[in-house]
C-alpha cells in the first residue's frame, strides 16, 4: 500500500491544559528538523495532531525517524482519498485487500464524518464500507468490540482518510519542555540510556564527559562523541562537554585512600558538573545510576557521593535491571558503541576493593585538608571543551587522530 500521509497523535498528558501550544511548538520544532532529511515531505498542525504529507517520501523511514518525537503517542500511515463513496469503498477494499488476512480475521470499520455536508451519516458509513469488503475478502469476521483490525474512515471536506495501524511513538513530553540538565556521559551501557530516558521526559540534555587523557587514549573520546552523536538524533542537537579529569584524579590518588577513591572521583565529578550546570543555565543532573549495580551505587554510596551537590541528582535508571536497560540502548542505537573496548577514565583508577558503605565525615575530612583540590577542580572547569554535535554532521574528530574502525561494529 502507498500512503499519503501519517498522522501523528499527542500523548494525553501532552494535550491538556495551558501547556498545549508549548508542547505542539516544541514537537513541531522537533518534527521539522527530522523532516530536513525528507524534502518533500511537508507538515500540518490540527488539534492535538499532526499531519505529515509524504509527498512520495517512504512511510516506513519517515517514520523510523519520527519515533523518536518525543510527547508523541502514537503514527498511523494513512491513505487519502476523494470525499465520494465509490472512491471510498474503491480504496476500502485495496486497503484491505493489501493486507494478509488469515482465515476468520476480525475487524470492524470505524467511520466519522468530520464533513456534516457528506450525505451519509457515520452509522451509515460503516455499513457502507464493511459490506463489500465482507463479501470480497471472505477470511473476515465483524467483531464490533474487539477486533484485530479497525479500520477508520475520516470523512473531512477536502480528503478522507483511512487508517488502520496504531504504530507506537517516544511517549513521554516534547523535547525541552521540562527545561534543561546535565547528563555525566561515561562510555558505558548505562549513561547514553539515561540521558535518552531524560530527553524523553522533556529535558533538554547537555553532556559532560570526565576523560584522562593521555591515561585514556583519544579513540575513547572518539566513542563518547559518537555516543554523543547518537543521543543528538533525537534532539536535533546536543552539546558535549570535555573535561580534563588527570589532574583531580591524580591528585585523590595521593589521599592514599584506595577503597574511598571512587567516592572521591565521583563527587569531584559532581562539583564540576554543578559548576557547568550554573553555566549553561541547567537545573538538574543525570547520571546512569542503577541502584546496587557496582560499588558506587548502593544506598551509603549514593548517599555520600549524591551530598557533593545541591542540584537534583536525576537517575532514570535507578529502579532498572540490567538486561532491560541493555534492551533500551539497543533499541536506542547506543548498545554497539557502548560495549566498545575502550577504558574509561575511572577504570584506570579503581581499586581493587571500592567501599560500599563510605564514611561522610572521612571523605569530606580527605577534601578539606587538600587545598589544591579546588584549584585542580577550578582548573579542570576551565580546561573544559565544548563541542556541538549534530545528526546528519560527522562529528568533529581531531585532525590526523586514530578513529574507530568501522569494522569494530
Ligand atoms: P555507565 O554504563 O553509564 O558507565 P556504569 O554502570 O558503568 O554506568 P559507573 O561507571 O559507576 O557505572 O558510573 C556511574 C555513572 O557516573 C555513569 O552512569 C555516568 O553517569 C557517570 N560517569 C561515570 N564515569 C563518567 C565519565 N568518565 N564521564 C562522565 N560521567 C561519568
Ligand atoms: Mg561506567
Same mark, same amino acid.
Request: no cysteine.
Given at each position: 500500500m502507498t500512503y499519503d500521509l501519517l498522522l501523528m497523535r499527542f500523548g494525553e498528558m501532552a494535550i491538556k491544559g495551558k501547556n498545549r501550544k508549548r508542547f505542539e511548538k516544541a514537537a513541531m520544532a522537533h518534527v521539522l528538523t527530522i523532516l530536513e532529511a525528507f524534502p518533500r515531505a511537508s507538515v500540518r498542525k490540527e488539534y492535538g495532531r499532526f499531519y505529515i504529507m509524504l509527498g512520495g517520501e517512504s512511510a516506513p523511514a519517515v517514520i523510523k525517524e519520527l519515533k523518536? #518525537?518525543? /510527547?508523541?503517542?502514537s503514527i498511523s500511515p494513512v491513505v487519502a482519498v476523494a470525499s465520494e463513496l465509490e472512491a471510498i469503498l474503491h480504496t476500502a477494499a485495496s486497503f484491505m485487500g493489501s493486507q494478509t488476512l488469515p482465515e476468520g480475521t476480525t475487524f470492524k470499520v470505524n467511520a466519522r464524518r468530520v464533513w456534516k455536508d457528506f450525505p451519509h451519516s457515520s452509522h451509515e458509513m460503516n455499513r457502507l464500507v464493511s459490506g463489500p469488503l465482507l463479501r470480497e475478502l471472505p477470511s473476515l469476521k465483524v467483531d #464490533?468490540?474487539?477486533?484485530?483490525i479497525e479500520l477508520r474512515v475520516e470523512i473531512r471536506e477536502d480528503q478522507t482518510y483511512l487508517f488502520s495501524e496504531v504504530i507506537p511513538g517516544a511517549g513521554g513530553y516534547p523535547l525541552g519542555t521540562n527545561g534543561k540538565a546535565m547528563l555525566l556521559l561515561? /562510555? /558505558?551501557?548505562d549513561s547514553p540510556v539515561a540521558g535518552w530516558s531524560a530527553m524523553r521526559r522533556g529535558l533538554e540534555i547537555e553532556c559532560i564527559h570526565f576523560h584522562s587523557y593521555p591515561f585514556t587514549s583519544k579513540k575513547a573520546e572518539e566513542k563518547v562523541i559518537r555516543l554523543a552523536h547518537v543521543l543528538s538524533t533525537y534532539s536535533g542537537e546536543v552539546k558535549l562537554h570535555l573535561v580534563p579529569f588527570t589532574e583531580v584524579q591524580t591528585l585523590l590518588t595521593k589521599a592514599k585512600q584506595d577503597s574511598l577513591m571512587i567516592t572521591l572521583m565521583r563527587r569531584a565529578m559532581l562539583k564540576i558538573a554543578s559548576a557547568l550546570a550554573e553555566q549553561n543555565g541547567a537545573l538538574a543532573l543525570v547520571t546512569g545510576d542503577s541502584l546496587g549495580q557496582v560499588a558506587s551505587q548502593t544506598l551509603p554510596s549514593m548517599n555520600v557521593i549524591g551530598r557533593a551537590t545541591e542540584l537534583p541528582l536525576l537517575r532514570?535508571?535507578?529502579?532498572?535491571?540490567k538486561p532491560d536497560i541493555i534492551q533500551l540502548s539497543q533499541e536506542i542505537g547506543t548498545y554497539d558503541l557502548s560495549i566498545l573496548p575502550f577504558e574509561d577514565c575511572c577504570s584506570l583508577f579503581v581499586p581493587k576493593s571500592p567501599s560500599t558503605n563510605p564514611n561522610l565525615r572521612i571523605i569530606q575530612k580527605i577534601e578539606a585538608t587538600s587545598p589544591e583540590l579546588t584549584q585542580e577542580i577550578e582548573a579542570a572547569i576551565v580546561g573544559t571543551r565544548t563541542m556541538v554535535l549534530r545528526p546528519g554532521v560527522q562529528p568533529p574528530?581531531?585532525? /590526523?587522530e586514530e578513529v574507530i574502525q568501522e569494522d569494530w561494529f
Open positions: 523518536k #518525537v518525543f /510527547g508523541i503517542a #464490533v468490540h474487539n477486533p484485530q561515561s /562510555g /558505558g551501557i532514570p535508571l535507578i529502579m532498572m535491571d574528530f581531531n585532525e /590526523g
